[in-house]
């Protein structure tokens, strides 16, 4: 198998175009998610306090000799000590300082304060701004006083050396060497009293000039906090966001496949090919339309790919392509007609054959209808022995190389699916064709699936997003590899967008009896509660109700036939009728092409 349909790169687009498909379906949740937020977010901006901020700014001056460091600095204004002096001056307990910067290649100092009125942020800017310089200042001096006490001490000291050296000069006779001795001595002590007097002169003449302020607080007009459009955007991406995480919950929760990625995540079969489908201008889901499809459609070209990675696949000695759908409906009818017609635009000669029969009362399609031929006779007919293989092989109208085999009539098809015969049968066509693509019943509704997968040599899961279970695919997958056949992967497709039987219009699947009934009464209801039919056509009531009335030992009879070589077949769209003679429905006169 490609590489390329089970890479990692091929999974990530997958995955990301599941979320977009999520997002485009629960639009209504994420939108809903998206104004719940917007609601919370006004709410909280309402019931939240604003915070004003107000600024000022503080030019810090040397002290003496001392060079100023700011970070130093910065760190005292929002220490303890300023902040219980700044609280002294409002009246109120300990304030906390917002933020203090230093601007760069300045001394300067930016003090901002918040408060929840616009006069308290100035005041409290203010008063920081205050406590600092007070508090630097009462420093300074503290510090002077502690140098001038220093001086003052050594200068007692020198007084009392130059004393005691007077009384010693003064003892001993002047010519002596120890007299010139204790002279210098003298000296030197005088001149170092000299310095510290001019020390502490200095000292008690220094003024004290901690900074000033250069930027007063001013009265903020507008709060700080709470930013609205901050608020408003975060309530928005936040409930967006759970929104989001619901949808793809259920999506994960879901019985249902959602998704082409579920198909591997969750179910463990290889993603062969996701078919495009028509986006619907009202609830932007997406349907394939249940007809054959041109090539120069978007899901025809997707066929025409899914062809060629398919031959691509297949060995030289595969002939027999099974596809199969894992639920109820006819998405493997439309998948294996269109990717049948896909390999006979290739010069390939295809033979398809069909074994899956519609719900009774459901709307479907079949391949009488996509290719334009009788519905009778068909595999079922072959297989009761009612007509010969050769005379069941229908050449499909305007599709060259292409031949196709209807279910047929399906009153005594119980069983015939699994018998011997069935397996005769596709071996004599097998070698009509380069290739046989045998479309099987859904793998829920018994086993005739698991037997046709017994004579294929590939076989091909078809996977209808909204109806495949999770359960039926595994379970699909499960049948197909018990039986030995190589399952290529999953054709993931939309919706199936079928038009209503006009035999079945409640489409419910109403047993035969309630809706033949129905009819009956609209027959025997006045002429102005009926719809005027042409005289000259027959009705569907008419019809039905002739067919009901037909003995039951005509079932094996074959129908008129409409064209030489071709006995009890019927006009395209034509089904067996209720009894079981082929009887011509309103459908046989409709081109039943999709």
Known sequence: MPPSWTGEGTMQAIRISALGRTVRRHAWVV????????????IALARGAPVYESTTSV???????????????AALVASTETAIAAGTRLGVPVPTVASVEVLPNTSVLVIRFEAETPQAAQAGARAFAEAYLA??????EAAIQEQLATVNAKLADLEEQAAALHERIAS??????????????????????????????????TTINPGRVIGEAELPT????????????????????????????????????????????????????????VRSTTDDSETLPGRLLPPHHPAGRAFHRLRNELVAALRPEDRILLVVSASSGCASTVVTANLAAALARADNEVIVVGTNVPEIGSAAVTLAQLFDVGDIPGLTDVLAGRTALADALQKAARTPHLRVVTPGGTASAGGLLQSEGARHAIAALQHQARYLVLEAPP??????????????????????????SHADVADA???????????????????????????????????????????????????????????????????????????????????????????????PGGRPGPGGPWTETPRARTSGQG
């Open 172 to 205: 001993v006779p002047e010519s002596s060497p120890e007299a010139a001795t204790l002279r210098g001595n003298l000296a030197a002590v005088t001149e170092q009293n000299a310095q510290l007097l001019a020390r502490a002169n200095e000292l008690a003449t």
């Open 222 to 277: 507008a709060p700080v906090r709470p930013v609205a459009w901050q608020y408003f955007a975060l309530g928005a991406a936040s409930g967006t966001a759970l929104a989001l995480l619901a949808a793809v919950v259920r999506d994960q929760l879901s019985r249902r496949v959602r998704h082409a990625s579920d198909v591997v995540q969750r179910s463990g079969v290889a993603l062969l090919a996701e078919l495009p489908g």
């Open 135 to 140: 508090n630097r200042a009462e420093a300074a």
């Open 477 to 571: 997958a499960t049948q197909l590899a018990r039986v030995g056949v190589r399952v290529l992967g999953a054709v993931v497709v939309p919706a199936i967008a079928v038009a209503p039987d006009p035999l079945f219009p409640h489409g419910d699947g109403q047993p035969p009896e309630v809706w033949l009934t129905e009819l009956r009464d609209a027959m025997t209801a006045p002429t102005t509660a009926v719809k005027q039919v042409e005289l000259d056509q027959p009705g569907p009531a008419d019809q039905l109700a002739q067919a009901a009335d037909q003995p039951a030992q005509a079932a094996d009879q074959p129908g008129p036939a409409e064209r030489p070589g071709t006995a009890g077949r019927s006009r």
């Open 59 to 73: 030019l810090v001056l040397p002290v003496g000799d001392a060079e100023v460091n700011l970070p130093t600095e």
């Open 443 to 468: 793998t829920a509704s018994g086993a005739d699936a698991q037997s046709l997968a017994g004579v294929a040599d590939v076989a091909i899961l078809v996977v209808e997003l909204g109806r495949s």
């Open 31 to 42: 939108c809903l998610g998206l104004i719940l937020g917007v609601v919370a977010a006004g």
